[in-house]
């Protein structure tokens, strides 16, 4: 077991470096002029010069690298460009992962209240009108573009309502919305296995025999059915975690949400680069680690699975 | 709860300020303490400013940042020298009075003795004093200090050049002197008779030397700190102040002091009570509230109530104006920044037979005249502003009201006033077209010809502008003479990929003053600069005879060496003879319109639109504000108010014409 | 070890693929096969009496016309929410295509001007412009149909080189045995950054355009494609069916036709339906993000995001949602189609 977590964890580690470099040297590649704000075209060559050595940019790719991972280490991640200039990025952070954590850790939270009860009570009115209703809930939200049925919600959800259309740190009302919106997809993935493997355990021979035995209805499906189709939607919780943090690029923009997502989209459109490439080893971090979450929390939670004999067969 | 008190600690001193205050320094005499004199619409009791704002800030040094968004703020924060009034009129600010030398070398400022700075939670930290001048513009002229436009100081001040190249390493022979606390002193190269208007840049605000030096970041810290490798000490020195970065990281001696700052989310700016001209500081709290979309949600936020000011886009603009929301929708002030549409002498474009193809076409004149008459420049600026485009044209490269010599507005001089008539005439185009495909004929030119026209993405309508100008110059020029495509540019570095390398044929470019006097506007059209390219022009009527030499390089007529040896234009030979007038105003002026008219009537460019932040829902009081063409005190909130309701545009148009006889007077 | 990893980490995406309406159908049909008392009666007697004992009955062999493809399209067809989206979606299609070519259609790019020479911008859905006109004072309906066109075609595009690039790799990581340790790692860390980040940062490093967009989603596209036919082919390449075959002397490309190719197609299929819509949601992100395609191009992305710019003036909605109905249902369709077409080209199905 530890060999594997080991070993799980290495390999993201690795990820992380393959990525980070890419992106780093790609990052490289853009005009400079992106680097020295929207006038630079009044500034003379002696001030481009001046601006560009100040941001270690005089020197070669691979320097840039060098340093780049020696200040890593120290858990710095260097300072900011253009979005705040000169400000330590970790600075600029921390705070606003906070923000998106909180939102995120709810939006999670809401979708497990919502999405399991759901696939529950689809799997119970099987092929009835809830059941159909429901369905088409999962195929809308997993099939249309997220970016269009969030628009739709602040669009309609805020007028009349007296739900504010912007986040507000102190206003938990206007949180509704943005975690709503983040928790959709999950609830609709939630629902969706949930009722598969709630209708996959329904048809089991132990339910049917449990059922001759007389258990009463409400027993066997607390204690043979919810659970048995539990287990396996452990293993959802990270893929729904990188559905959040997808959402919460689009989320986060459109409610003006302080968190990090609506910040890559900034950066990015701003083209501060350190900050692009930080934000980028963050968001990556987080996904990585879900996975990686994901696999260990599976193997600890389902007694049937034993890592260490399945490696051995390969 | 803090926050809520001291609000409301602000509210209930506003409310005793505006009591107390009377009529200040309102603009019009007349007009009672309550009410906007224009208009007669009461001012508000609500003292708070709120608005929604895209663009955060991204610093708060004041002499680095060239960017608007950040001077806006800054502008508030920290007072300059001189400022203006709501007219125009250059005012005593941190200087009480001032005067020149004979010889216009040198300018004594005696500095006001009630001014002060402040921390962020609004403690009164050290008098402002003279020297605090002197140790910013140390600063701006250090090359490592990395300030977006030193040029505005070294270009001026003494030694300023050879300071910040190196060449003069002791900083105290730079043209700028504490003779004593309250005296401040100026030595100029040559005499500048705009010299006031460059005070109200940023780069000449003052900076307490001893603050600075506190933020300076400690030793061990910076040995952590990963940037500090070996060999770069002298820079680390200066990257490693963190003065700037955050709202406690200066001082302020301007009408508020920036109390709350959360980027991407708010901030909130007090009115300082100990201002020495508090009194005429009339909103008490500036509250900006961050969405990355605030063009499309402000609206209906405002008419919510959440805020006081909402931009109008031209999208939503008839809707507002047909319901009953028109009776919050206005105009707004013309902007000093002017657009051109610029002809392509030095195509590149990526077809290579169509960019030569071009370069022929370009270089007759009959060709860009045909363009010249054929464009309806109203036509295209609609998408600015779909209701007035008229008032939004340009036929001149100047703007009305820039300036003046003894009353004699710049736009009045030599042929400027028939210029400023425009050109607009189909059967002239078709003429121009008709004579122009003679003799590019004759040239071997294939018709119709390619012009590439890219729009930037982020720039707001200008992509339904480039499209209108497609139909409308192809509409009256015909679709076998001319063919323009319009492609999108990237929406960063727009200008370093699209316009430097010369993927266009026509462009549209546009240049904001520096300083009050026309030849800023003729900067971008210097020699060697890629506004049109004019040194690739072929012909030789445009060419005076005269070769660039190293003499020119060295007295600075040309600030690119590169261009030793190169013909000399007229059209340059003509703004290097204005520039070089700077005693008799009068007669520099024309000059100015000499050369102005030039570049009109030879077609070298096409004054296209003058900018403006166009229609907006604002309970802002709109003509308080200080009325500045260049510099930044614009932006201060300073002497404006919020009214009950935001003016609608007959009130607007009526307020407007009203300011501007007052101006004048 | 790696492999069982893989299926794990691949398993959520790959059964999410499946689709749920269809089980839900098939859950019906199950219920459904009990008769009722009255049905049982109306059943022919004859079918009840005993056969009895025949030699020849007993060597026969029979042969099945079992046609896989018949079959497939039988129980597609047998769908009825998958036959209407297809129908629906077929009609759509051929309308965008014949679009241009009506009479009284006005060009995408086109922009109209009122008698005195202003832009007609910004007007309601009525008899002449059918979706009400743009800021521009273009036609709408036009530029609905064009933008339909060109996400389809880029969204086609993308899914087809989602399928070679993946097939070309998935055949080569499932036979070549050296290859699979070294394809193995590249999947996985390509796939453990979140999609959308992969999208915005190539988008962000080239020049926006149409072709960035193709590149950036072909660059992300090709995995689940890749690792599909990779699992299948580790899957079915020894199968005792297919062992059998060869030792009966079945030639390579029968068994590549017959026995291989049916689940292959399924997949491929299944994949090309989904990512039709995926591409559709990615271009109205990006778009959003602001690397979308030049604004003059009538794209559906470029369609909604011009819509959302004036979607809280209730008068301009309008220009919101016609786009977002259209892309709505085209990904929905394309969704349902995508899962339909895989549960009824599953031989299990073929009952």
Redesign the interface.
Known sequence: MLK?ILQ?FL??L??LF??VTT?FC??R??PIEGYLGPNWEKMSKEVIAAKLAAKGLDKPVPAQLFDFYKALFNGDLGKSWIYRENYPITKIIMPKMAVSARLGAMAMALSLLLGIPLGASMARS??KWP??MG?AF???I???????YF??IQ?YATSGTGIPMLYNARAPISWILPIISLALPSIA?YG??M??YM?DAINQDYVKLARAKGIPERSIMMRHVFRNAFVPMV??VP?SL?YT??GS??VE?IYSIPGMGGL??DV??RQDNTM?QAL?LI??GV??LG?FLG?VM?ALVDPRIN?QR??ES? | MKKLLALLLALVMAVAVFTACGDGNKPSGGASADKDSYTGIAYSSDTVYDYLYSAEITTMNYLTTSVTYNQISLANFIDTLVEYDAFGNVVPCLAENWNVSEDGLTWTFNLRENAKWFTCEGEEYAPLTAHDFVYALHLVCDVDFGSDMPNLVTDYLVNGNEIYSGEITDFSQLGVEAKDDYTLVFQLKAPCPYFLSLLTYGCYMPINGAFYESLMVEPAEATVAPEATPGEGEEEEVLDNTFGTDRDKILYCGAYICSSWEPQQEYVWDKNENYWDAEHVYLTCINGKYNAQA???A??MFLRGEIDSCKI????L???LEGENAEYVHGSKKDARIMYMLFNFNPNFDDKAASDNYRVAVNNKNFRMSIVHGLNKT?CV??YD?HNAEALVTNLMIPVNFANCEGKDYTQYGKLPELAKGFYDEELAKQCRDTAKQELAAEGVKFPIEIPVF?N??EPNM??SC??LE?QLEDVLGNDFINIT???G??TNFIG?VRRPGLWGLFEAGWGPDFADPSTYFDPFGYGWTYGSQEFILGDEYKTGHIYTEEDYKSGVISDEELIGQPQFVFNSLVEAARAESSDMNARFEKFALAEQYAIEEALLMPFRQYNEGYVASRLTVFDRQDAMAGICAYRYKGMRLLEKSYNMEEFNKAYEAWEKAKAN | ?????LF??G???E??AE???L??ER??ID?KDGLSAQESQRLAPSLFEIGGYNEEMVEATGYSNYSYWRCTFQAFWKNRVARFFLLSLAALLLFTLVQPYLPNQMGP?E?FNFED???K??LAPNSEYWFGTN??GQDLWARIWSGTRTSLFMALIVACSDCVIGIFIGVLWGYVRKLDGVLT?AY??ID??????IL??IS??M???MVTMIISMCCVGWLGMARFIRNQIVMIRDRDYNLASRCLGTSTARIMNRNLLPYLVSVIMLQISLAI?SV??DE??LT????G????IASLGNL?EEG??????P???YQ?IFP?LV??FI??A???IGNAFADASDPKNHV
């Open positions: 594997y799980r390999r993201a690795l990820s393959i990525i992106i790609l990052l590649l853009m099987k092929g059941d159909r369905t999962v195929v809308l997993q099939a249309a573009p997220s970016a269009i628009l739709f669009m993935s969706m296995w009722r598969r209708v293993q959802l893929s990188l943090i997808m690029l689009y923009s890559l989209i990015i459109q692009v980028v968001f990556s996904g990585i996975l696999d599976m890592l399945k490696e390969r | 063009d499309s949600i609206p209906e886009t031209t999208t939503i008839d809707d507002w036509y609609s998408p779909p729009y993405p982020s992509d339904q499209q209108l139909k319009v492609y999108a990237p929406s990929e | 070890m790696r492999m069982k990893n794990r980490k398993a959520v995406l059964r999410m689709g749920m309406t089980q839900l859950d019906l219920e790019a922009i020479g202003t832009v911008r910004n800021a521009v790692e996985n860390i453990n950054i979140p999609r959308t980040i915005i940062l962000y490093i020049r926006p355009g819509p559709i949601s109205v992100f959003y993000c602001g690397l395609m030049p604004k003059a909604v959302r710019k004036v979607m809280m003036s008068k301009l909605q919101l977002a892309v709505t990904t929905v394309f969704y349902m």
